[in-house]
């Protein structure tokens, strides 16, 4: 599919909130990391962490290096709600290591299920640029690693599922117009024979909060880097489409716009909050910007709320562990003071 015919959708960043690289690696001397000694896993981080901190590249300064053992369970948890490592990747720390830029950008996994996970993010849609950087940064390991790689198969990972690229593409998207609409089971369903997975905003195995969904690309071998992610800019496209074709019949119904007008007064004026609440409301005021029910609100303040607002992350960011109800209510100040309030464009106003 050309992207020519998609020139009018160049700015998406009303439905696509991140784009997301990932390269799964392994080094051929070692076993896979499920059949790794202690010292072992010792050895594969060590000899990760040096080749990127020692490399003569200039982003190499630039990364800092986190033992997972260290951590506290909240600064580990809060890691996986800003998407910068994954939900298995904490849940056994000993022996794992995390490189990381200094302004969060890369990621770098060791002994994860693979020994290298290289994460490259970015906001909104850049799948060429993301991948471009985390193109460079494999290719600076692989001068200085001697990674598992077959002539047929291609990169050997663990799981056979990566082998091949190894390379997972994936888009945040926020669908809430297709998911109001009972759309979401019928577009998974076809996804899947494209070659195309969607699932929750943390991955597989996890449900989608506040409409939020991560669509990657399932298909590891027998392509290549850039048709995996072309494959995924197209249909991404099709999805903005069709998110916006349903938004635009749902903003005309008034009790759409009731549930924007009442979620954002919540938001406004809530002293509690939960995170699953806080969620869907934000979500509901995603929607309002994106339809122009309301204005003066950024898309990016919600983005960044829908990261801050989460259990683990608070914590980290408040310097202490907190109680349900102190997460409820510090929350919900957190949110008061993020959102301005916006002026209802007057063809939007509801008749009196």
Not at 4 to 15: A, E, P, Q, S, Y
Request: glycine share 6%.
């Amino acid at each position: 599919m050309s992207e020519k015919k998609f020139d009018t959708l160049k700015d998406v960043n009303d439905v696509v909130i991140s784009t997301r690289i990932r390269f799964a690696r392994n080094l051929r001397e070692y076993p896979f990391p499920c059949r790794l000694t202690d010292e072992k896993k010792r050895q594969v981080a060590s000899i990760v962490k040096s080749a990127v901190l020692d490399g003569h590249s200039a982003i190499s300064g630039r990364f800092g290096y986190i033992q997972m053992s260290e951590l506290t369970q909240e600064e580990a948890v809060s890691l996986v709600e800003r998407h910068l490592v994954s939900p298995e990747f904490i849940s056994e720390r000993q022996g794992r290591g995390l490189l990381l830029l200094d302004d969060e950008s890369v990621s770098i996994m060791i002994n994860e299920e693979d020994h290298i996970r290289i994460q490259v993010i970015s906001q909104g849609m850049n799948l060429e640029s993301t991948y471009d950087l985390a193109d460079k940064i494999d290719t600076l390991l692989d001068e200085q690693l001697n990674f598992a790689f077959n002539d047929k198969l291609g990169y050997l990972t663990q799981c056979p599922t990566n082998i091949g690229t190894g390379m997972r593409a994936s888009l945040m998207l926020h669908l809430p117009s297709l998911k109001e609409s009972g759309a979401m089971g019928k577009i998974s369903s076809s996804l899947s024979k494209l070659g195309l997975v969607i699932r929750g905003m943390y991955g597989e195995g996890t449900e989608p909060k506040g409409a939020i969904y991560q669509l990657s690309n399932q298909v590891t071998l027998g392509i290549s880097e850039q048709e995996a992610v072309n494959n995924l800019r197209d249909i991404a496209y099709q999805l903005v489409t069709q998110e916006r074709n349903a938004r635009e019949n749902l903003k005309k119904n008034i009790t759409i716009q009731d549930k924007v007008y009442r979620s954002y007064g919540i938001l406004q004026y809530a002293k509690l909050m939960s995170n699953e609440e806080c969620m869907q409301l934000l979500s509901n005021v995603r929607f309002g910007v994106e339809s122009e029910i309301l204005t003066g609100i950024d898309l990016p303040t919600i983005n960044r709320l829908f990261i801050e607002i989460q259990p683990a992350t608070l914590m980290k960011n408040i310097g202490k562990k907190l109680t349900p109800q102190e997460r409820d209510r510090i929350r919900a100040e957190l949110v008061r003071s993020a959102l301005m309030k916006p002026q209802v464009p007057s063809s939007h106003r509801l008749e009196e």
